[in-house]
């Protein structure tokens, strides 16, 4: 695999993940076979006769998002293909073409300037350099590097996010002869807030009611009781063994912070509710963690779940 190093001795996931080399360092080293962790079983591969060759890639029409035709398109092609091409979505090609060419700048790079973007060594959150989804989790490495960047406000942008990568990468109107952010998000850490439940005696003591009190199995009176929760239990054995863990449960809804006078605007709050608490006391505003706040002008319907990466990549972090 290496030309300066046995095969027997050489770790290519300490190479790669912890080193921060990637796959494009992996590239670079002459192998001349693809290394076993990246391979798939055979049992888990497409199967020829099951692949699809008489129909093209699906191409869908976003010219009006707020066309409910769009989101069954997007969602069908999802199932079906994995995958889709997307035309009229009103972004113009020399933005396309220059992140691109930002993303190409990155990671052409040398490793120990890349590195400092690692999850795990770059702790702002907003600029994330990984290779595969979980390479810690995942039986099978991906044969892929990636850089997540995430919009909070444009000095946060302006301070974390890679030199060579702020050119384009986020919606400017420059009409006015300022750059004007389109939309922003508000962004409350949730990490800490979990950290004091259990920084408390009292606190984390009941933390662990869910798990140690004993209830009547005919009487729902906590989520716990629920066919849902019963349901991950089976699928989380291992998480769901350990009472210190935290369930939680997520709700948005809309409201208009300007009531009937003004403009017709609603923004959404995303609230966390810990689940692990007697159910008198994870409905009380002091423990109901308001993570972020969508803005508006309109609900963001099938797009809410751009505003929730930056949450799901935090709590990846478990």
């Known amino acids: 695999?290496?030309?300066?190093?046995?095969?027997?001795?050489?770790?290519?996931?300490?190479?790669?993940?912890?080193?921060?080399?990637?796959?494009s360092g992996l590239a670079k080293m002459g192998l001349k076979s693809v290394p076993d962790q990246y391979i798939q079983p055979v049992e888990e591969?497409?199967?020829?006769?099951?692949?699809?060759?008489?129909?093209?890639?699906?191409?869908?029409?976003?010219?009006?998002?707020?066309?409910?035709?769009?989101?069954?398109?997007?969602?069908n092609a999802s199932k079906k293909y994995g995958f889709f091409q997307i035309i009229n979505h009103g972004i113009p090609m020399e933005v396309l073409e220059e992140i691109q060419a930002a993303a190409h700048h990155f990671f052409q790079l040398p490793t120990e300037e890349k590195v400092k973007y690692k999850a795990d060594v770059f702790?702002?959150?907003?600029?994330?350099?990984?290779?595969?989804?979980?390479?810690?989790?995942?039986k099978i490495l991906e044969w892929k590097d990636y850089l997540s960047m995430h919009y909070v406000d444009h000095e946060t942008a302006s301070a974390s996010w890679p030199p060579v990568c702020k050119v384009e990468c986020y919606k400017i109107r420059r009409s006015s002869g300022k750059h004007s952010v389109q939309k922003v998000f508000i962004y409350f850490p949730v990490t800490p807030?979990?950290?004091?439940?259990?920084?408390?005696?009292?606190?984390?003591?009941?933390?662990?009611?869910?798990?140690?009190?004993?209830?009547?199995?005919?009487?729902?009176?906590h989520?716990?009781?629920g066919e849902a929760w019963k349901h991950l239990d089976v699928l989380l054995p291992d998480f769901a063994a350990e009472p210190w863990n935290v369930?939680?449960?997520?709700?948005?809804?809309?409201?208009?912070?300007?009531?009937?006078?003004?403009?017709?605007y609603s923004c959404w709050p995303v609230i966390l509710t810990p689940y692990n608490l007697l159910p008198w006391l994870y409905m009380k505003r002091h423990f109901m963690l308001l993570t972020l706040i969508i803005p508006g002008p309109k609900s963001p319907k099938g797009n809410v779940?751009?505003?929730?990466q930056l949450l799901i990549e935090e709590l990846k972090e478990f």
């Open 1 to 23: 695999m290496h030309n300066n190093m046995p095969t027997d001795t050489f770790d290519v996931v300490d190479f790669v993940v912890n080193k921060g080399h990637g796959v």
């Open 45 to 75: 591969r497409l199967e020829s006769l099951k692949l699809v060759t008489d129909e093209s890639i699906p191409t869908i029409n976003v010219c009006n998002w707020e066309d409910q035709t769009i989101c069954d398109a997007i969602c």
């Open 123 to 138: 702790k702002s959150g907003t600029a994330k350099l990984e290779t595969s989804f979980s390479p810690s989790k995942e």
């Open 193 to 221: 807030r979990l950290q004091r439940l259990y920084a408390s005696k009292s606190t984390a003591e009941v933390m662990r009611w869910h798990a140690e009190n004993p209830r009547i199995s005919s009487i729902m009176a």
């Open 223 to 225: 989520p716990y009781d």
């Open 247 to 264: 369930w939680l449960g997520l709700c948005t809804d809309g409201f208009s912070p300007f009531g009937r006078i003004g403009k017709q």
């Open 305 to 308: 779940d751009v505003f929730l």
